[in-house]
């Protein structure tokens, strides 16, 4: 079965700690997405990575950091700086850029709890 | 400012009812994608469209290129409906903008 996947599905952090939130697909997608749901927000663009090695920062990128060093996977990390982290984070991936499959597949989501 | 407007934020119906959610965007867009969220947060693709009208058994896509409008229709409403529905637009050559959703509820 093709797919996003997420882990783990909750994540308990004290404040001042980085966390790494795990995301691998397997639909050969070349672009991938990060993106974070607060509650009466619509989802806000994170990272994204049209490319192995490749990443551009999103409308909120502050406080995170990413790599893809795999066509797989692309890794986000909630450092220290972010100030408010509590969150529910989304995955997605879509098709090469440029083909016009636009279409973006999501993963499971992480919640994120920081204290 | 919001590239993506969604309407109504919230919508209780009965079951059987016909459901009508609209989306208006405000940029050039290559697409407009219809996600529904359950409440385990999960999202899942409904409808990716560009021109005219989609349909997917008892869900309806339409869109308005000139007028930079869409909707989401269902028919004969059911309980498993209930969903938050989100908006996306597809900025050509650049990001999707979310709208913030609306959550509908199905009442038996």
């Known amino acids: 079965d093709g797919g996003i996947t997420q882990s783990p599905k909750y994540l308990f952090r004290k404040e001042g700690q980085n966390v790494t939130l795990s995301c691998e697909q397997n639909l050969n997608h070349d672009a991938m997405y990060w993106y974070r749901q607060d509650p009466g927000q619509g989802l806000r663009l994170i990272y994204y990575?049209?490319?192995?090695?490749?990443?551009q920062k999103g409308d909120i990128a502050e406080g995170y950091s990413v790599s893809r060093e795999k066509k797989e996977s692309f890794p986000l990390t909630v450092t220290s700086a972010q100030k408010n982290p509590t969150a529910f984070y989304l995955c997605?991936?879509?098709?090469?850029?440029?083909?016009?499959?636009?279409?973006?597949?999501f993963g499971p989501g992480t919640r994120l709890t920081v204290t | 400012k919001n590239e993506v407007e969604q309407s109504p934020q919230n919508l209780t119906a009965q079951e059987g009812e016909f459901i009508t959610i609209n989306c208006s965007y405000s940029?050039?867009?290559?697409?407009l994608h219809w996600l529904q969220q359950h409440p385990g947060g999960g999202i899942v693709s409904l409808f990716m469209?560009?021109?005219g009208k989609k349909k997917h058994g008892r869900l309806i896509a339409t869109i308005n290129i000139q007028e930079k409008h869409s909707s989401l229709h269902i028919t004969a409403s059911h309980p498993r409906d209930s969903a938050v529905y989100i908006c996306?637009?597809?900025?050509?050559?650049?990001?999707?903008?979310f709208g913030t959703g609306t959550s509908l509820t199905v009442i038996p």
């Open positions: 996306a637009a597809f900025e050509t050559g650049n990001q999707f903008y």
């Open positions: 990575s049209q490319i192995v090695n490749d990443f």
């Open positions: 997605a991936s879509s098709a090469t850029p440029g083909t016009g499959r636009y279409e973006q597949y």
């Open positions: 469209l560009s021109s």
């Open positions: 940029v050039g867009i290559s697409a």
